[in-house]
């Protein structure tokens, strides 16, 4: 009988960019081992498009995502819980058979000023530290 894949929730205020890059990235590396999702503490309502655009630029689409609240989660068994930003980690409660708790913050990209072009900028930087820490930990998951 196959056992379902344990889930990595990874949460942001907004769930509008950070946490559907970190989604993106630690899907693509340890999907095939872990049922990742997202979730915000107070959800936008939308994916930013340009987190859309960095992440197709590097392979991954997230242009299906959704922006939703953690409360989609609390009858769940999330095993593990990933915060990327200050103040989802401060909302974060604790889940129903939660085993690890992670805070990695980032900067928040939707903050960026400027041009488009200085804005993707910010992004793609945003992006590719999470890309490092992300891919890492998924690397460590496939090989469990």
């Known amino acids: 009988m196959p056992t379902e894949k344990p889930i990595v929730l990874i949460l942001c205020t907004g769930n509008s960019c950070r946490s559907h890059i970190a989604e993106g990235i630690l899907r693509k590396t340890a999907g095939a081992v872990v049922d990742v999702q997202s979730a915000g503490s107070k959800p936008s309502g939308y994916v930013h498009p340009l987190a859309i655009k960095v992440m197709a630029e590097i392979g991954i689409d997230i242009s299906q995502h959704r922006s939703k609240p953690l409360t989609e989660f609390l009858e769940r068994k999330v095993e593990t819980v990933i915060t990327v930003c200050g103040?989802?980690?401060?909302?974060?409660?604790?889940?129903?058979?939660?085993?690890n708790r992670h805070h990695w913050p980032f900067y928040d990209p939707a903050h960026a000023e400027g041009t488009e072009e200085e804005k993707l900028r910010v992004f793609r930087q945003v992006r590719d530290e999470m890309r490092r820490v992300?891919?890492?930990?998924g690397a460590g998951r496939s090989d469990r």
Request: glycine fraction near 6%; charged fraction near 10%; charge should be negative.
């Open 87 to 99: 103040n989802a980690d401060q909302a974060c409660p604790i889940f129903p058979g939660q085993v």
């Open 134 to 137: 992300f891919e890492a930990y």
